[in-house]
């Protein structure tokens, strides 16, 4: 959605997609909006509670089942297992996508990996396509007057137009750009802490037939998940910037982390957008 000045401010009920790398604030500012009226649509959020839900408590049971006191307790319908993700922690979401590698080390078998992330893919555009329904929802039901698209970092990755073009009708989109100076930053944050991650097919497929070569390894058994995830995720990061950039030329605005990091209210989050707005018209 590309508007002017005149009618953002005009704009009674404001849909903002913030779009970016995990780590530049997303989820921060949408939480810091929710105390200014602002319903906090979490992407990640809706696949772990709608779509994922299923596999991730199919996921859970089979582990379960492999202890045979609590086989038995299932199996007699004595207990139950139920997700509780929250908005701030989707730890159950990225547990099931897993990382590839050694599963004497907690890694997956290629097969078993690309099929989970198959399942997130489809999860992720069907949970963008939900939004025009969130925000009919966000304000008929709960009474709230805007609301704000927290995606998940590899929404640029899932090569599905109909899900840009349907965020760009229905929201305005603001990508959240890694200034130069902070990239090693975050890049050394994520290596530090390495988290499943969803990876488009063609990428991961090149990625993993490097670090095979560069670690000489035959089989990616013989992978060790967490080094994999580090390794590859500087990588991922640049390969993703160009992909953020292929939205927001057409479709959207950019502001820095930077930026974001400053804001600390509703009226300086309308001043980012503001700005953000002015620099694309001039």
């Known amino acids: 959605m590309i508007l002017t000045l005149d009618k953002f401010r005009a704009w009674e009920n404001k849909c903002v997609t913030l779009l970016g790398m995990s780590g530049v604030g997303k989820t921060h500012l949408s939480t810091l909006l929710q105390r200014w009226d602002w ?18 408590l199919d996921l859970i049971k089979s ?31 990225s547990s099931f996508l897993g990382k590839l590698g050694n599963p004497e080390r907690g890694g997956l ?15 992720e555009i069907r949970a963008m396509m939900d939004l025009p329904e969130f925000v009919r929802k966000a304000r008929e039901i709960y009474g709230y007057r805007n609301l704000v698209n927290d995606v998940g970092g590899s929404l640029c990755e899932l090569e599905a137009p109909g899900v840009i073009d349907l965020l760009a009708r229905h929201s305005l989109i603001l990508y959240i750009r890694v200034p130069t100076g902070d990239e090693t930053l975050l890049i050394e944050r994520a290596q530090a802490d390495p988290k499943p991650l969803y990876y ?42 160009p992909r953020y950039e292929a939205i927001a030329r057409p479709h959207g605005y950019r502001v820095d982390a930077t930026e974001v990091g400053r804001v600390r209210d509703e009226r300086d989050f309308l001043d980012l957008l503001e700005q953000a707005i002015a620099r694309r018209e001039t």
């Open 200 to 241: 488009r097919p063609e990428f991961l497929r090149a990625a993993i037939g490097e670090y095979l070569k560069l670690q000489r390894l035959e089989f990616v058994a013989e992978i060790d998940p967490d080094d994999f995830t580090r390794w590859v995720f500087p990588r991922l990061f640049h390969a993703r910037v």
């Open 109 to 123: 078998p290629l097969g078993e990996f690309n099929r989970r992330q198959a399942l997130y893919r489809d999860a």
């Open 63 to 93: 582990q379960a089942m492999q202890v045979p006191f609590l086989r038995d307790l299932l199996r007699r319908d004595w207990i139950f297992v139920r997700n509780n993700i929250k908005v701030d922690d989707l730890g159950p979401v």
């Open 39 to 56: 319903f906090h649509y979490s992407g990640d959020y809706r696949i772990g509670t709608r779509y994922l839900d299923e596999p991730i």
